[in-house]
């Protein structure tokens, strides 16, 4: 159990997009080593903390259940509305929820049939349990109000499972504002 401060700051940092990679484990920073001098209750809070690592990790070691490394969040992008001729913008989270390093190649892989997405390509490696956030990673702009438009754009990495994950874009292209 993490203290209040660090559960307030666990939730505020990612919303307020402060940082582009924060760690969500802080040493020192658990409730069973705070405010005791003790030095026989700290040896057991230390024990129970090496339990209580064990029992939380739950970053996938054994693949055999065909779990992705990689994951995204949002996992498929919404833009709506889109007017036309106007840029509009999404940003993209991607995550490593493997216990190795995730490298980041290549997002070459574009699906747009009315050639108006742009698609921001990062590359580079994230850390286990870490994630990127790549802002913006789409920018859409419409030719004219078409209305409910699917595109999408494919991820490769060296997740020994998921090597290409494709990113789903709807747009809803509308009239721009008078």
Known sequence: M???????????????????????????????????????????ADDDAADDDAADDDTGDDDTGGEPDISTLPAAINIDPAPAHVPTTQDLRIRNDGTAPLMISAMPEVSDDHNMMTVHEWTGTIAPGKFQDVAPMVTVTCPSALGSVVNSFSIISDDPDEGVLAVTVNVNCTAPAM
């Open 2 to 44: 993490k203290t209040p401060i660090v559960l307030l700051l666990t939730l505020l940092f990612p919303l307020l997009g402060c940082i582009s990679s924060f760690d969500r484990e802080w040493p020192g920073m658990d409730d069973d080593s705070a405010g005791d001098d003790d030095a026989a209750d700290d040896d057991a």
